[in-house]
C-alpha cells in the first residue's frame, strides 16, 4: 500500500539557518502522526514545508503518489491538503458563517465532505455562534472556527499545528475528540506536538524531530515505553 504523505531527505532553510536536515517520514491513509519535540525543533517548518510555504532546498514530499514540492500552496491545498497554522488567522471582520462559506470547495472523490450543519454538529460552539464575528471569539473557539474552515476544502489530508497550544484543559480535551472525530471519517492527520499526553490520545504514531533531524519513529506504545528517547528529546 503506498503512504498517502511520503517526505524524503527534506532539506529547508530559513535565511541561512539550516532547520529541517533530511527530514524523512511516511504517513498511511487514515492515521494519526504526532510529529513531536520541542520548540524550535523543526516541527512548524516541516509542515510549512508540505504546505509549499517554506519552499524545500532539497528532497521530495509526495502527496497520493504525486510530487507536491515545487508547487504554490494553493495547488498543494486544491490537492487535498488541508494546514491548520499555530497563529489560528481567522477573519476577525467576518462571521463563523462568513469565514466558512470562504473556505467552501466542491466535494472531492474519497474525502469526507463538510458543510457548516456537519462542522456544527462537530463544533457546537460555533452552531451557536453563526453570526459572532471572528474577532470577538476567544481563542479556543478561533481554534476550532480555524479548523472547521479548513475542512470546508474537504481535504484528506489534515495537518494541525500545535493544536492544544495555550489552550484552557477543557478546550483541549475538546480538541482531542475532534481529531478522533475525524480520524472516524477517514481523515488523515498530522499534528505537531509538545504535549506527550495530548498526543498519547489521539495518535496512532510519533516521529520525534531534534534540530531539524528526525530522532525516532514509531508507536505511541514504543514512545511511552522508551524513557530514554522521551526524556533526551521532550522532557523540558
Do not use: C
Not at 466558512?100 to 470547495?105: C, I
Amino acid at each position: 500500500m503506498s503512504a498517502m504523505l511520503e517526505i524524503t531527505g527534506l532539506d529547508a532553510f530559513y535565511g541561512r539557518a539550516h532547520i529541517l536536515q533530511g527530514v524523512s517520514f511516511s504517513m498511511q491513509r487514515g492515521e494519526v502522526l504526532a510529529l513531536m519535540g520541542r520548540n524550535g525543533a523543526g516541527k512548524s517548518t516541516t509542515m510549512k514545508a508540505v504546505m509549499g510555504l517554506v519552499p524545500p532546498a532539497g528532497g521530495s514530499v509526495s502527496f497520493e503518489g504525486q510530487r507536491v514540492d515545487g508547487r504554490e500552496p494553493f495547488e498543494i491545498a486544491r490537492m487535498g491538503i488541508g494546514y491548520v497554522p499555530e497563529d489560528r488567522r481567522v477573519f476577525s471582520e467576518l462571521t463563523v458563517m462568513e469565514n466558512l462559506s470562504v473556505a467552501q470547495r466542491p466535494a472531492r472523490a474519497d474525502a469526507p465532505h463538510w458543510t457548516p450543519e456537519r462542522l456544527f454538529a462537530l463544533f457546537p460552539n460555533l452552531g451557536r455562534m453563526r453570526d459572532r464575528p471572528g474577532g470577538a471569539m476567544s481563542g479556543g473557539e478561533q481554534q476550532m472556527l480555524t479548523i472547521a474552515r479548513t475542512l470546508m476544502g474537504n481535504p484528506r489530508l489534515v495537518l494541525l499545528d500545535e493544536p492544544s497550544e495555550g489552550l484552557a484543559p477543557v478546550i483541549v480535551e475538546e480538541m482531542a475528540k475532534t481529531i478522533l472525530a475525524l480520524k472516524s471519517e477517514g481523515l488523515t492527520v498530522l499534528i505537531s506536538e509538545q504535549n506527550l499526553h495530548f498526543a498519547g490520545n489521539v495518535a496512532d504514531r510519533a516521529a520525534i524531530i531534534e534540530k531539524g533531524i528526525i530522532r525516532f519513529t514509531g508507536t505511541m506504545d514504543e514512545l511511552k515505553a522508551d524513557e530514554a528517547v522521551r526524556a533526551q528529546y521532550l522532557s523540558v
